[in-house]
């Protein structure tokens, strides 16, 4: 007969799984460690009615993985512990070390046809020092004013193309967005080379930099 405390404790855990058992949840969860954002942004961004979206949030705040903020007639949505984009993390890499679709998936998406592997943070930090990069933040402007790296430019990727002037030429480009399953920073990666533009990818997101406790700037 199981003891009542760990029976108890092991269900808890599993409001856990059960609140993040769902795609559109988890990609909500990844929208949301980007910093604050109402239910109309993320139902955009997530490609979900405001309805559907709502709903998932009410499952996501009963598990006490997401909170909420008031202001004026608005909700603002947020995650309700760091731990919580950990856990994201821990499941994605889980499934890439662990599932054969995902190796594939990634291999195919994120695999540099040119070669570059993708910089990591300690390396970028080296060249913004030395003044070698531009560094290209291309998720959205709400994403950027919650937090950037400093010294990043901000130019989503839907206006890159119309936004070219602001690279510098003469300096390779390091582009990164939500974090290392994001493909914004491939796809804009692609489009800078197609113009003829040195470019690498960052191989985290912003949150994964802030916790590794480097530098980041809020605001435009």
């Known amino acids: 007969m199981p003891h009542p405390t760990k029976q108890a404790l092991f269900e808890h855990f599993a409001r856990i799984g059960k609140a993040a058992a769902s795609p559109a949840r988890l990609e909500i969860l990844d929208l949301l460690a980007q910093g604050e954002k109402t239910v109309e942004t993320l139902a955009r961004q997530a490609g979900l009615s405001v309805k559907n979206a709502s709903a998932h949030l009410r499952t996501l705040r009963a598990a006490s993985l997401v909170e909420t903020r008031r202001e004026g007639t608005f909700i603002h949505y947020r995650l309700a512990d760091a731990a919580v984009h950990d856990l994201l993390r821990c499941l994605q890499d889980i ?72 690279l510098p030429p003469e300096l390779e480009v390091v582009a990164y967005c939500r974090g290392p399953y994001c493909v914004l920073s491939v796809e804009a990666a692609e489009l800078l080379r197609g113009r003829g533009l040195r470019v690498r990818r960052l191989d985290v997101g912003l949150p994964d930099w802030e916790r590794l406790g480097l530098p980041v700037e809020a605001g435009v």
Do not use: K, Y
Not at 113 to 137: A, H, K, S, Y
């Open 95 to 166: 499934a890439a070390r662990q599932l054969a679709e995902v190796r594939e998936l990634v291999a195919d998406f994120f695999s540099d046809p040119g070669g570059m592997e993708p910089l990591c943070p300690e390396e970028l930090m080296e060249r913004l020092n030395r003044g070698e990069v531009t560094v290209l933040d291309v998720r959205p402007e709400d994403e950027f004013r919650s937090g950037h790296i400093p010294g990043a430019l901000s130019v989503p990727l839907g206006h890159l193309r119309d936004q070219l002037d602001l």
